[in-house]
């Protein structure tokens, strides 16, 4: 098992909402964000008509969940689609926008990997309303997460190989994640192979 | 005077606009576009200056399998770590001067990946 297996314990017999359907009231209950970066203005013009909304009318709605998270102090902001699913990203590093709010994991729509020379890789995600905590194991080492305004957030090296994310949610039932995180030498090796076949084809 | 001046200005921008034709204006490329991939397959971009890629996917076939994105050094000796994410569309918001963009199925997938498309650019 490595990857996208879900396993639910604990569980009353009902069983989760899918993705982030049960909710992410900090879009709701914070106020609109104003003086918004530009690169989060070109990624609501590239995502919002994707997602049956309007770039205008997203741009309105967006929220900026989190402050200075990390190392790199970057800001995430997130606006609810058309569709219903949350679309966020954090500055200078990454972004995500669900088909639906249904999509994706039952709890968290998240990305987790990233960074740069010197800077860690992250876990960024959105949680819903039902979720009561986020953990995260690296290596079979536990890192800090932290859950404020829907937002879960972890910082950890970038020379991790396995990433086991897990759900806690109100109900007192669980889920986890497992993903494969392929560092980035091995990467580099791959891709080299790739690019020179690519030339050898021309 | 000023028609000599504006001339000038005109030969120099014209100049300039030649000698880097590709990051004169904002370039971009679509460079997978409706695909199933399993496990491990991946494609890379041409290499420019890249400011955003954009990796649009669906589980079309089932279980929630995961798709990622980096960007790569023009010689491939380098690439940034990669960011995974197991919900439809992603962007790598990183940035390379000269370099490329890939797109990748993770090797652990258990279900086929419907990819919509991997686009990357700048501006």
């Known amino acids: ?202 | 005077m000023l028609r000599r001046r504006l001339a000038s200005v005109l030969v120099l921008a014209a100049m300039t606009a030649a000698a880097s034709p590709q990051l004169a204006s904002a370039w971009s490329q679509l460079y997978e576009q409706n695909v199933v991939w399993g496990p491990g397959s991946s494609k890379i971009s041409a290499t420019n200056s890249i400011t955003y890629n954009y990796v649009s996917f669906a589980n079309s076939h089932g279980g929630l399998p995961q798709m990622g994105t980096t960007l790569c050094n023009a010689s491939a000796t380098s690439c940034y770590t990669w960011h995974w994410s197991n919900t439809g569309l992603i962007t790598d918001r990183r940035t390379i001067s000269y370099g490329f963009a890939v797109c990748k199925a993770n090797s652990g997938n258990n279900y086929l990946v419907y990819v919509r498309y991997c686009e990357t650019g700048n501006g």
Not at chain 1, 25 to 42: E, G, I, K, M, Y
Not at chain 1, 57 to 77: N, P, V
Not at chain 1, 90 to 116: K, N
Not at chain 1, 119 to 133: E, G, Q, T
Request: contains cysteine; hydrophobic residues 40%; proline residues 8%.
């Open chain 1, 1 to 202: 098992m490595l990857v996208a297996q879900l396993a639910r314990s604990g569980s009353a017999g009902r069983p989760p909402s899918p993705g982030v359907s049960a909710g992410v009231a900090a879009l709701d209950r914070l106020p609109p964000a104003t003086n918004v970066p530009q690169s989060v203005v070109q990624f609501v013009d590239f995502v919002a008509p994707q997602r049956g909304s309007d770039p205008k009318e997203a741009l309105a709605r967006i929220r900026r969940l989190r402050s200075s998270l990390g190392k790199t102090h970057a800001d995430l902001y997130a606006f609810r689609s058309g569709t219903g699913a949350p679309c966020f990203i954090l500055v200078g590093d990454v972004g995500a926008c669900a088909r639906s709010a249904t999509d994706g994991t039952p709890g968290l729509q998240w990305t987790i990997g990233g960074g740069m020379p010197g800077n860690p890789s992250n876990l960024v995600a959105i949680a819903s309303d039902d979720v009561a905590a986020v953990g995260l194991v690296i290596d079979g080492a536990p890192i800090p997460v932290s859950l404020v305004n829907n937002v879960a957030f972890a910082e950890y090296p970038a020379t991790g190989r396995h990433a086991q994310i897990t759900i806690a949610r109100r109900d007192g039932t669980s889920g986890t994640v497992e993903i494969q995180l392929d560092p980035p030498g091995s990467a580099a090796a791959e891709l080299r192979f790739q690019r020179s076949a690519k030339r050898r084809s021309r």
